[in-house]
């Protein structure tokens, strides 16, 4: 009885993988959705459904004077088609320095939670040291563990690196850097 039930099991599993091809491939491709040399990561375009379907980087040129320019420009897209899609931005005089959310066991991310954003310092070209959180998606149920990453000492973000296929796998990190002509020495108090 115990080899029927494994043969049953185990052709039950090939039929879903035959019938789903996504999950044969659930661990994805690595990304990374880079901002410009002269870009800072303001907010992020995903899509959710019962997780993480996939995301974008969203990203601000930095101007000659050290200001944010009005633009925001949309990297690639990398993940899935599913879910709802959903813009989320820092204010215009804002920059990410963090994120956070949910890695679920079951190997996909299942909802990036918030973002962390911080006043853009022109004159020094680096992040101020005040925060405050954006809502992005709601708490998705299931089990999970912590996911994020945020900037320190006036860094900020510059890109969105991870791994997706037909969901999004993993977040790793924001590419948390000064940009070329930063002055973290001299940056204003909170």
């Not at 009885?1 to 599993?13: H, I, K, P, Q, Y």
């Not at 659930?26 to 907010?43: K, P, Y």
Request: glycine share 16%; hydrophobic share 40%; charged share 20%.
């Amino acid at each position: 009885m115990r080899c029927v039930v494994n043969a049953g099991l185990a052709a039950a599993v090939g039929f879903l993988l035959f019938a789903w091809p996504e999950g044969a491939a659930a661990q994805g491709s690595e990304f990374n959705l880079s901002c410009g040399d002269r870009e800072v990561l303001v907010g992020i375009r995903a899509r959710q459904g019962w997780w993480m379907n996939g995301i974008a980087a969203r990203c601000r040129t930095v101007e000659a004077n050290g200001a944010l320019g009005a633009a925001v420009r949309t990297t690639d897209y990398r993940g899935g088609a599913g879910g709802v899609l959903k813009t989320i931005d820092c204010a215009p005089s804002e920059v990410v320095v963090g994120f956070s959310g949910s890695q679920g066991d079951n190997g996909y991310v299942l909802h990036v939670q918030e973002l962390t954003c911080a006043p853009w310092q022109a004159r020094t070209r680096t992040a101020g040291k005040s925060t405050r959180p954006v809502r992005a998606f709601e708490p998705r149920p299931g089990a999970s563990g912590p996911l994020g990453d945020a900037c320190a000492d006036g860094r900020v973000g510059t890109r969105v690196r991870g791994r997706a296929g037909a969901y999004l796998n993993r977040l790793s990190d924001l590419g948390c850097s000064y940009l070329a002509g930063a002055d973290p020495g001299s940056r204003p108090a909170a």
